[in-house]
């Protein structure tokens, strides 16, 4: 990660690029979950490369270094939460000024 980066937003983007790479290597992984995570992970950046004393950013960080990501392929019937969720993110980083 990069120099100068709180302990937790490292740990926040390895443990997101770990999860990512563990998806991409199921089989039970949907192209939606996938595309999702990926874009997760590079807009997070993005934000964090943007403004990295916000406070919002470095709460996602400490929630995610904390264990609050999920790593498992989504069961039948997820995905539609799921893309909900997603969906209000990406609202998030709209509004932050994220670039998609």
Same mark, same amino acid.
């Given at each position: *990660?990069? &120099? %100068? *980066?709180?302990? %937790? $937003? #490292?740990?926040?983007?390895? !443990?997101?690029?770990? $999860?990512?790479? !563990?998806? =991409?290597?199921?089989? !039970?992984?949907?192209?939606?979950?996938?595309?999702?995570? &990926?874009?997760?992970?590079?807009?997070?950046?993005?934000?964090?490369?943007?403004?990295? @004393? @916000?406070?919002?950013?470095? @709460? &996602?960080?400490? =929630?995610? &270094? =904390? %264990? %609050? *990501?999920? $790593? #498992?392929?989504? =069961? /039948?019937?997820?995905?539609?939460?799921?893309? #909900?969720?997603?969906?209000?993110?990406?609202?998030?980083? /709209?509004?932050?000024?994220?670039?998609?």
């Amino acid at each position: *990660m990069a &120099a %100068g *980066m709180p302990d %937790g $937003c #490292a740990s926040a983007f390895s !443990q997101l690029q770990q $999860c990512h790479r !563990q998806l =991409a290597a199921s089989s !039970q992984a949907s192209a939606g979950q996938l595309e999702r995570s &990926a874009t997760y992970l590079r807009r997070l950046q993005a934000w964090w490369e943007m403004d990295r @004393n @916000n406070p919002a950013i470095l @709460n &996602a960080c400490q =929630a995610i &270094a =904390a %264990g %609050g *990501m999920e $790593c #498992a392929p989504e =069961a /039948d019937g997820d995905e539609a939460e799921s893309a #909900a969720e997603f969906k209000m993110l990406m609202e998030q980083f /709209d509004a932050a000024g994220v670039p998609r």
